[in-house]
């Protein structure tokens, strides 16, 4: 090809580019990027019918897909991960426990919540799979080993996003529509009402699939283009309490930080080798991706009708990855236990007592007239 008709497919080709973090192309080829930070580099793992190839570029239609540069401020930074390479695992049993090794090694949480986390891990490697989600929480006190356990667990997640590498809550929003991934926040960095407000906003539209936060993008003087962005999919959140909606309450599984005292193996400063680790679980993890994205999806018949529909919505996807019998009768049981607490939970409100107080006067009238007055007093 002569050279000037070179340049011209060059630019052509560089107008069309897309920088892309993972995608699923219409022939079924799962793309996902991978970062080598000793060479500074950024690179492509293509699998298709399990074949894995590295590309520094595809091609999708008219569109040719490229990869964030390794210069990119987040990921320079490490406010997100990535995996390196895929790493060979022998069974997804032996991965789920080397998962719950690392976090044993590192968290100091109870048995249940530990196991919990560890499925929650490999759960967040096939969201995309699920149309709702829940979220994991720790709460507790200052010094209590919530930012340890975001750390550790984050660490391992499926492109994780740590919110603390944001000055303020608004670019999370564009990066989560940008990343795709997990995010990782310490809701206590947001002190600020406003800033509060937004993120109550993601988490509230971040759970279930089809359900964007709109914003206006400035795009000439005095002229707003409304965007949208998708914030849904896996979320790890620190507190030190509750949040006042009841409903946002509901989608998190939450663990109660400082209860006991610390583990004495537990390192109090994390060691040099602990992000080493961290990458070959999560390369393990991108393989397990490769092989699994598109082969789950939520099982009907693990809907427990004893409970309310808002706590299967959010456990039985997470129920749909477990196979051990036993892990999933422990999380079936936590499920009826957040349903009994919710129920006291309402009976304790203003609304409950009102009710109360109206069957009572009811049931006590001798004609069944019950009067405002009589329901004030």
Not at 119 to 143: H, K
Not at 215 to 238: M, N, Q, T, Y
Request: with cysteine.
């Amino acid at each position: 090809m002569p050279e000037h008709l070179k340049d011209v497919v060059a630019e052509v080709k560089s107008q069309n580019a897309q920088p892309t973090v993972s995608a699923v192309l219409k022939d079924g080829s799962v793309v996902e990027l991978l970062y080598q930070p000793e060479e500074r580099r950024t690179l492509f793992c293509v699998a298709r019918d399990g074949q894995l190839r590295f590309e520094d570029a595809v091609l999708e239609g008219e569109n040719r897909l490229v990869p964030f540069s390794p210069g990119n401020n987040l990921i320079a930074h490490e406010v997100v991960l990535l995996p390196s390479k895929p790493e060979e695992y022998d069974t997804e049993q032996e991965l789920v426990a080397g998962i719950q090794t690392f976090i044993h090694r590192y968290v100091d949480v109870t048995p249940l919540f530990e196991q919990i986390a560890s499925y929650y891990v490999l759960f967040t490697w096939v969201y995309d799979d699920f149309n709702e989600l829940p979220y994991l929480r720790v709460r507790g006190d200052y010094g209590s080993g919530k930012t340890r356990f975001l750390l550790t667990i984050g660490s391992l997640c499926y492109k994780p996003i740590f919110a603390s590498g944001a000055s303020t809550v608004s670019p999370l929003s564009r990066i989560l529509d940008l990343f795709r991934g997990t995010l990782i926040i310490d809701e206590c960095d947001f002190r600020l009402s406003d800033e509060r407000a937004e993120l109550v906003k993601i988490l509230n539209n971040g759970n279930a699939r089809g359900f964007p936060v709109l914003r206006s993008e400035v795009v000439g003087k005095r002229e707003f283009d409304p965007r949208a962005f998708s914030v849904f999919g896996p979320k790890l959140v620190a507190t030190g309490g509750f949040f006042d909606d009841r409903a946002l309450e509901s989608r998190f599984l939450t663990e109660e930080m400082g209860q006991s005292r610390l583990r004495e193996e537990i390192p109090i400063n994390l060691p040099s080798t602990y992000k080493t680790e961290a990458l070959h679980l999560r390369n393990r993890l991108l393989l397990f991706r490769f092989r699994t994205l598109g082969k789950r999806q939520a099982i009907g018949s693990l809907v427990d009708r004893t409970i309310e529909p808002r706590l299967n919505q959010i456990f039985v996807p997470l129920l749909s990855i477990i196979d051990d019998a036993r892990a999933r009768s422990d999380l079936r049981e936590l499920a009826r236990r957040y349903n009994r607490e919710a129920i006291a939970d309402r009976g304790m409100e203003m609304d409950a007592q009102v009710l109360e107080t109206i069957r009572d006067l009811h049931m006590a009238s001798a004609d069944g007239r019950v009067t405002v007055k009589d329901i004030t007093s």
